[in-house]
C-alpha cells in the first residue's frame, strides 16, 4: 500500500498546464514583432493622410468618376469588349491549364514520397519553382513580349510561367501530406513508384489540386485583365488605350466587363471546389 502511494507520488496521474505566458510566448513575441513592424511601416512611409482625406481630393475624384458615366454601349464598341473579353477568358483558361500540367510534373520530383525516398532532385526543383513564381505576371509578360511578341500568347506564357511556380510548390506540399498507408501496402506488392503514386497517391490528392488550380484560376482572370497594360491582349491592352486617351465612356465599359467577368468565374470556380471537396 505504501509502495503505491509513493509511486503515486512519483508519478501524477496529470500535470498542470503551464502557465499563460509561457504557454504563449512564442506567440506573443510573434504578434509584438509584428505590431512593430507595422508601426514602423506607418513611420517610414509618407502617408498623407491629411491631403487624401482633404474636401479638395474628394471633390477631384468626385468629378473624375463622374467622367466614367455615361459608358460607351455603341454596339460596334460592346461587340469588340466581347472579343477582348473572351480573348481574356482564354488567356486566363490557357495559362492556368498550362501551369497546372507543368506543375505536377515539377511537383513530383520535388516532394518526398515516403520515409525512405531519397529525394535527390527536391531543392533544386524547389529553387527552380522558386525563381518561378517570385517574377511577377507583369515581369514574365514584358520578358516574353520581345520572344513571342504584342498579344495573347505572350500574356499566356507569362501566366503559365509564374503560376506554374505557384502550383507545383502547393502540389508538392499536397503531395508530401498524402495518407501514407495505401502507397506503403503497393509496395510491400512489388509496384513500382510510377504505379504507386498514379493508383494510391494521386487519387487522395486530386481534388486538393484541383481545388488549387481552380483558386489559381480565378487569381489568373484578375492578372490576365491587367497584362494588357504591357501588351499582351484582351481587356487590359483596351482598357490602357482607351484611359490613355480619356476616353472615360469606353473606359467605364472596359471596366464593367472585368467586373463581370470576374465575378462569373469567381462563381464558377467556388462552385466547382464546393462540389469538389464535398
Known amino acids: 500500500m505504501a509502495g503505491h502511494s509513493r509511486s503515486t507520488a512519483a508519478n501524477p496521474p496529470y500535470r498542470l498546464p503551464p502557465p499563460l505566458f509561457h504557454a ?3 506567440a506573443c513575441w510573434f504578434v509584438a514583432a509584428l505590431l512593430a513592424l507595422v508601426v514602423a511601416s506607418f513611420v517610414s512611409l509618407d502617408l498623407r493622410w491629411s491631403e487624401f482625406l482633404s474636401a479638395d481630393a474628394a471633390r477631384s475624384m468626385g468629378k473624375f468618376v463622374g467622367e466614367f458615366f455615361p459608358p460607351d454601349t455603341k454596339p460596334e464598341f460592346l461587340a469588340r469588349v466581347a472579343v477582348a473579353t473572351w480573348e481574356t477568358f482564354a488567356m486566363s483558361a490557357l495559362g492556368t491549364a498550362l501551369a497546372a500540367v507543368f506543375g505536377l510534373l515539377l511537383a513530383i520530383p ?4 515516403h520515409e525512405r525516398d531519397p529525394a535527390r532532385g527536391r531543392m533544386p526543383t524547389r529553387w527552380l519553382l522558386n525563381a518561378l513564381r517570385s517574377i511577377p ?3 514574365w509578360a514584358g520578358l516574353l513580349l520581345i520572344a513571342a511578341g504584342l498579344g495573347p500568347f ?3 506564357l507569362a501566366l503559365a510561367a509564374h503560376t506554374t511556380g505557384v502550383l507545383g510548390r502547393l502540389f508538392a506540399e499536397a503531395i508530401e501530406n498524402m495518407p501514407r498507408g495505401p502507397g506503403a501496402a503497393l509496395r510491400t506488392q512489388g509496384v513500382g513508384e510510377a504505379r504507386v503514386f498514379l493508383y494510391a497517391g494521386l487519387p487522395e490528392v486530386l481534388p486538393q489540386l484541383m481545388s488549387y488550380t481552380l483558386y489559381r484560376w480565378e487569381n489568373n482572370i484578375r492578372a490576365a485583365a491587367v497584362l494588357g497594360v504591357v501588351g499582351a491582349g484582351g481587356l487590359g491592352q483596351m482598357l490602357q488605350f482607351h484611359m490613355g486617351l480619356f476616353h472615360m465612356g469606353k473606359t ?3 471596366l464593367g466587363a472585368m467586373l463581370v467577368m470576374v465575378a462569373c468565374v469567381d462563381a464558377l470556380s467556388y462552385g466547382a471546389r464546393r ?3 464535398r
Do not use: P
Open 137 to 139: 505576371e507583369l515581369v
Open 24 to 26: 504563449r510566448c512564442k
Open 252 to 254: 467605364a465599359t472596359i
Open 154 to 156: 505572350a500574356g499566356t
Open 275 to 277: 462540389w469538389l471537396t
Open 110 to 113: 520535388a516532394s518526398r514520397m
